[in-house]
């Protein structure tokens, strides 16, 4: 079955920088595409970017562009996401998910998720 | 950049309907999708490509969209299905995915 599994809980101070991994099983990896999203405490989510291991390209979010990576290794079927000059509002829960096309123009359907990865920025 | 709006609340007594709203700038044109966020777990979507549902999602749950608002339809409420509700698209002209700010669903 299909899952996804990240890393675990983070403490960072402001300023420094974070790295999230979410490894995959259950599917052929490089075909599918991975997002990140993430959810502030009593908030919203909120989509910071996206990456298709089979092209090694990224899309990110306007929000966090600039400040988020996102990469993959296709060889442990793991997705990436560092997120740098962390500050207090970055504290969130940060989910990765499987992003499914229903159809050639209908991709970004997030049919995974991660059980998520609670950072939080605090000096 | 586009903006998908939610009523922040809605509350609707067991059995009865409930309806959650998406409103987006020609919003019938794009493909949206619907998920179901329980506390302290990840979001399960309901609803995917306007109106068809994953295998295990009941059939009370269904979606519509059309001109500028996509509507999530919880047929029969029960109180299991008190949650979080958001929709989703992706903006094509911008290359981002945009989620609507959530609903949360009272059964009262």
């Known amino acids: 079955q299909v899952q996804l599994v990240q890393s675990g809980a983070e403490l960072k101070k402001p300023g420094s920088s974070v790295k999230v991994s979410c490894k995959a099983s259950g599917f052929t990896f490089r075909t599918y595409g991975v997002s990140w999203v993430r959810q502030a405490p009593g908030q919203g989510l909120e989509w910071m970017g996206g990456t298709i291991p089979m092209y090694g390209t990224a899309n990110y979010g306007q929000k966090f562009q600039g400040r988020v990576t996102i990469t993959a290794d296709d060889s442990t079927s793991t997705a990436y996401m560092e997120l740098s000059s962390l500050r207090s509002e970055d504290t969130a829960v940060y989910y990765c998910?499987?992003?499914?096309?229903?159809?050639?123009?209908?991709?970004?359907?997030?049919?995974?998720w991660g059980q998520g990865t609670l950072v939080t920025v605090s000096s | 950049s586009y903006v998908l709006t939610q009523p922040p609340s809605v509350s609707v007594a067991p059995g009865q309907t409930a309806r959650i709203t998406c409103g987006g700038n020609n919003i019938g044109s794009k493909t949206v999708y619907w998920y179901q966020q329980k506390p302290g777990q990840a979001p399960v979507v309901v609803v995917y490509g306007n109106s068809d549902r994953p295998s295990g999602i009941p059939e009370r749950f269904s979606g519509s969209n059309s001109g500028n608002t996509a509507t999530l339809t919880i047929r029969r409420v029960e109180a299991g299905d008190e949650a979080d509700y958001y929709c989703?698209?992706?903006?094509?002209?911008?290359?981002?995915?945009?989620f609507g700010g959530g609903t949360k669903l009272t059964v009262l």
């Open positions: 989703q698209v992706w903006d094509s002209r911008s290359d981002q995915v945009v």
């Open positions: 998910a499987r992003d499914f096309c229903i159809s050639g123009a209908d991709c970004y359907l997030f049919d995974h």
